[in-house]
């Protein structure tokens, strides 16, 4: 039981964890070097891989904020 609930964490916390070093690298960009569309897209990104989870991963307490941050 405790297995398996931890399996269906991992996708959650990896995409997480990606995303998280995104924003650090996008929070280095210089004003003047800023590509809007690059951003919007590397975000839409992560709202698509969070959205084709599983349903019982998507639907966790936990993963709810996951789609929140993005």
Request: proline share 6%.
């Amino acid at each position: 039981m405790v297995t398996q609930q931890m399996a269906m964490l991992e996708p959650i916390y990896q995409l997480f964890e990606q995303q998280l070093a995104s924003r650090e690298d996008w929070g280095e960009t210089l004003w003047r070097d800023l590509n809007v569309m690059l951003l919007n897209e590397g975000i839409d990104g992560y709202l698509s891989k969070a959205r084709k989870l599983a349903k019982p991963i998507r639907t966790l307490p936990v993963s709810i904020p996951l789609t929140d941050t993005f």
